[in-house]
């Protein structure tokens, strides 16, 4: 190695050693605050060192669990239902339309295609989803609206069909005699496991970070997702509270909570599972992200 | 079964076969070839359903800007108004400040990422060990994963008034007074691109990466061969080769410059009403007008507005990548 790599080397792992600590430091004061003590946090603010530590936060959370535990239940709902349907149904759209002798193909496809320049905006799609379908605070709001099939990800599934499943195989299958839904979930769909893994990755991020649609659409909160009680939350700490009888209960005032370490605790509960489940992950996000930007 | 539709082929794979054929059969083979399809359709109907629904009923639905709406009466019910609505709209100061907001910011979004992500793609592409280019790429990408949701906690834990280690530790470091963070306007234009830069880098990252490393390495051999530095290499090399990614990218953006990103203006700023002159983007005031002012007329006034410059923007993007690059348009 000359000295000019060397020197090169150094100076990267520096730059790049501070921007992995910039972009994870702000995680630690969460996680840090959170089990801090909240008189600490009243007194010196949230902390990198706080005098004393505390699981008061976890605690109440605990007591809360019912809540928590059901909004928990939605968004996983919400995420394996809308993620298995959306997929299915991006696959299914996107099939026929990669077969280039596919009558009215072209029109098809591009009414696929015209989706992704122009869009009615929010104000037209709540008349639709409120007026014509009326699915305000029903659980259908948290899944149907905006996030179940993308075009970008149908065109991107037909680029991949095309590319990679061989006419000739199709073609076989069908002189065996093969119906063309056979000759899709045997032939098709294990060929393609590739695609629907990455596309179905980033779609079950979507819903799992998904927190607009319950925003417009939901006003009861029994139906929250995790990220709508987070939302709720930061704003109005009572609002965990004022669903049970906890002050009743433990014979505190609302004003004694100890909402300061108790906001970080709940954000911690919430990003949890997409931080742990990450490494697993880690790999496909990649791909999936490359995948998007290039076609 | 197999013997008729190898006949079907037959007369697809040779055209005198179809023009010889008497009109009868050709008849019938059309009818055989569409009966071929229907599964095809069936299979993309949902599909398609959904996006009639979800996609092109709402784009009929623009016509609200002409209403004046009332949701008792619905789009047919309520009457026609011509312009009145942005009449209305661009009379008030808003109009302006959004668009202003909507363009500045997005406009400064794309050039901080673009350079930001452009840079550590570089710094990154000249570690050597496999294990530390995972380990960087990993850790830069978490911001990607969390919803603004969550992204406004960390915020919030940064600039609460009360307990933010800003107010609290830091700026006392400094020496410097504490500051009302939610209620002054000023700040927000420098704190949205960090918060912005912050969530997406990675993923800019990402994509400059994997560009840098379809570059033949051969070019590099030759340059150090020829005794060229490590800079000179990454200005003459790298980045040039690169540039129709970075062009791409930055096109596309441009493309959606009329549209935000609803949580970094309204849910990180604690949807403050003192910042709405510097946190007010197009998307932003749609929402309100819809769902807390219940100014229909207004809000769908600015929401047509949004889809046809936003529309008008996509092609105009679109026709100058397609210039570049057939390839890499969207169209």
């Known amino acids: 190695?000359?000295?000019?790599?060397?020197?090169?080397?150094?100076?990267?792992?520096?730059?790049?050693?501070?921007?992995?600590?910039?972009?994870?430091?702000?995680?630690?004061?969460?996680?840090?605050?959170?089990?801090?003590?909240?008189?600490?946090?009243?007194?010196?603010?949230?902390?990198?060192?706080?005098?004393?530590?505390?699981?008061?936060?976890?605690?109440?959370?605990?007591?809360?669990?019912?809540?928590?535990?059901?909004?928990?239940?939605?968004?996983?709902?919400?995420?394996?239902?809308?993620?298995?349907?959306?997929?299915?149904?991006?696959?299914?759209?996107?099939?026929?339309?990669?077969?280039?002798?596919?009558?009215?193909?072209?029109?098809?496809?591009?009414?696929?295609?015209?989706?992704?320049?122009?869009?009615?905006?929010?104000?037209?799609?709540?008349?639709?989803?409120?007026?014509?379908?009326?699915?305000?605070?029903?659980?259908?709001?948290?899944?149907?609206?905006?996030?179940?099939?993308?075009?970008?990800?149908?065109?991107?599934?037909?680029?991949f069909f095309m590319n990679t499943i061989p006419d000739a195989v199709l073609e076989s299958a069908r002189i065996d005699g093969a119906g063309e839904f056979r000759a899709f979930f045997s032939i098709v769909l294990p060929l393609s496991l590739p695609i629907l893994a990455t596309i179905g990755l980033l779609q079950t991020i979507m819903y799992w970070n998904d927190w607009m649609n319950g925003l417009i659409y939901l006003t009861d909160p029994s139906l929250y997702s995790i990220q709508n009680i987070l939302n709720r939350i930061l704003t109005d700490i009572q609002f965990l509270t004022s669903n049970s009888d906890y002050a009743a209960q433990s014979g505190k005032t609302i004003s004694q909570l100890p909402s300061a370490t108790i906001r970080m605790a709940i954000?911690?509960?919430?990003?949890?599972?997409?931080?742990?489940?990450?490494?697993?992950?880690?790999?496909?996000?990649?791909?999936?992200?490359?995948?998007?930007?290039?076609? | 079964m197999a013997e008729t539709i190898r006949k079907d082929l037959e007369y697809e794979n040779d055209p005198n076969l179809v023009h010889n054929a008497p009109t009868k059969v050709r008849v019938k083979k059309k009818i055989r070839t569409f009966k071929r399809y229907i599964p095809f359709f069936i299979m993309l109907a949902p599909g398609l359903l959904y996006l009639l629904i979800n996609n092109y009923l709402p784009m009929f639905g623009l016509v609200i800007a002409f209403k004046d709406f009332n949701f008792v009466k619905g789009i047919l019910g309520s009457e026609w108004v011509g312009f009145k609505n942005f009449e209305f709209l661009f009379k008030t100061q808003d109009a302006f400040i959004i668009t202003r907001n909507t363009l500045l910011y997005n406009g400064f979004f794309i050039v901080l990422n673009t350079v930001s992500a452009v840079g550590v793609a570089i710094l990154l592409n000249e570690i050597r060990k496999v294990f530390f280019v995972r380990l960087y790429q990993s850790i830069i990408l978490i911001p990607f994963l969390i919803s603004m949701v969550v992204v406004s906690y960390l915020v919030y834990a940064g600039l609460s008034v009360e307990s933010g280690i800003l107010n609290n530790t830091i700026l006392p470091l400094l020496g410097l007074e504490p500051i009302s963070w939610y209620m002054e306007p000023k700040y927000w234009p420098f704190i949205l691109p960090i918060i912005n830069l912050w969530k997406s880098i990675g993923f800019f990252t990402i994509i400059f990466f994997s560009a840098i490393l379809g570059i033949d390495k051969e070019y590099y051999e030759a340059a150090t061969l020829d005794g060229a530095s490590k800079w000179q290499?990454?200005?003459?090399?790298?980045?040039?080769?690169?540039?129709?990614?970075?062009?791409?990218?930055?096109?596309?953006?441009?493309?959606?410059?009329?549209?935000?990103?609803?949580?970094?203006?309204?849910?990180?700023?604690?949807?403050?009403?003192?910042?709405?002159?510097?946190?007010?983007?197009?998307?932003?005031?749609?929402?309100?007008?819809?769902?807390?002012?219940?100014?229909?007329?207004?809000?769908?006034?600015?929401?047509?507005?949004?889809?046809?410059?936003?529309?008008?923007?996509?092609?105009?993007?679109?026709?100058?990548?397609?210039?570049?690059?057939?390839?890499?348009?969207?169209?």
């Open chain 1, 1 to 159: 190695m000359t000295k000019e790599t060397r020197r090169w080397q150094w100076i990267s792992h520096i730059c790049l050693a501070s921007i992995s600590i910039f972009c994870i430091i702000p995680f630690l004061l969460l996680i840090i605050s959170s089990i801090s003590d909240e008189m600490s946090i009243l007194q010196n603010g949230y902390s990198f060192l706080p005098e004393s530590f505390s699981r008061d936060a976890y605690l109440y959370l605990w007591e809360q669990r019912g809540q928590l535990i059901r909004a928990y239940g939605i968004t996983i709902f919400v995420t394996v239902v809308g993620t298995s349907i959306g997929l299915a149904l991006t696959a299914l759209l996107a099939y026929p339309l990669s077969r280039k002798d596919l009558p009215l193909g072209k029109f098809f496809t591009f009414l696929v295609f015209f989706t992704l320049l122009f869009n009615g905006g929010l104000v037209p799609t709540y008349y639709v989803y409120t007026q014509i379908f009326d699915i305000k605070n029903t659980i259908w709001a948290l899944i149907i609206p905006v996030l179940l099939v993308n075009g970008f990800n149908v065109l991107l599934m037909r680029t």
């Open chain 1, 267 to 295: 954000a911690v509960v919430g990003i949890l599972p997409i931080i742990v489940a990450y490494p697993f992950f880690q790999k496909y996000l990649v791909k999936g992200i490359t995948i998007g930007s290039v076609k």
């Open chain 2, 233 to 331: 290499q990454i200005k003459k090399i790298t980045i040039p080769l690169i540039s129709p990614v970075i062009i791409m990218m930055t096109l596309l953006s441009i493309g959606r410059i009329f549209y935000s990103d609803f949580g970094l203006f309204y849910q990180v700023p604690l949807n403050s009403g003192m910042l709405y002159d510097t946190t007010n983007v197009i998307d932003t005031y749609v929402y309100r007008g819809l769902l807390q002012l219940g100014d229909i007329g207004m809000a769908s006034a600015a929401g047509f507005y949004q889809s046809i410059v936003g529309f008008i923007l996509v092609l105009i993007a679109n026709l100058i990548v397609r210039k570049r690059s057939k390839d890499n348009a969207l169209f």
